[in-house]
Nanobody
Framework: QVQLVESGGGLVQPGGSLRLSCAVS????????IAWFRQAPGKEREGVSC????????NYADSVKGRFTISRDNAKNTVTLQMNSLKPEDTGTYYC??????????????????WGQGTQVTVSS
């Protein structure tokens, strides 16, 4: 069974940057859509970005467009989320999620079979 492990969270000041990584093991990344979700206390889990197994343009939530960039390295079985110009409202637990499919990316958490344990991102001065 595929396993996902996030890393790279932390505390950063507004305007700063963080780079999150999702390491995939137990299967081959190239067959998977990988999405990043986040969840703030008291709020629902929301989709941030998604990289499709077949390539093509990634998906981004409107709130992060122009600031976040998702990339994947199938040879290293790793997906990265580069987060720039961070805002306090970006604070939350960030999860990577995977689905073995050739279909388009989904922003619904229910569409994903495998999840990482999450990594905390806090944007505060």
């Amino acid at each position: 069974q595929v396993q996902l492990v996030e890393s790279g969270g932390g505390l950063v000041q507004p305007g700063g940057s963080l780079r999150l990584s999702c390491a995939v093991s137990g299967d081959t990344l190239k067959y998977f859509n990988i999405a990043w979700f986040r969840q703030a206390p008291g709020k629902e889990r929301e989709g941030v970005s998604c990289s499709r197994s077949s390539g093509g343009s990634p998906n981004y939530a409107d709130s992060v467009k122009g600031r976040f960039t998702i990339s994947r390295d199938n040879a290293k079985n790793t997906v990265t989320l580069q987060m720039n110009s961070l805002k306090p409202e970006d604070t939350g637990t960030y999860y990577c999620a995977g689905r073995r499919t050739s279909l388009s990316c989904s922003s619904s958490p229910a569409e994903y079979d495998s999840w990482g344990q999450g990594t905390q991102v806090t944007v505060s001065s």
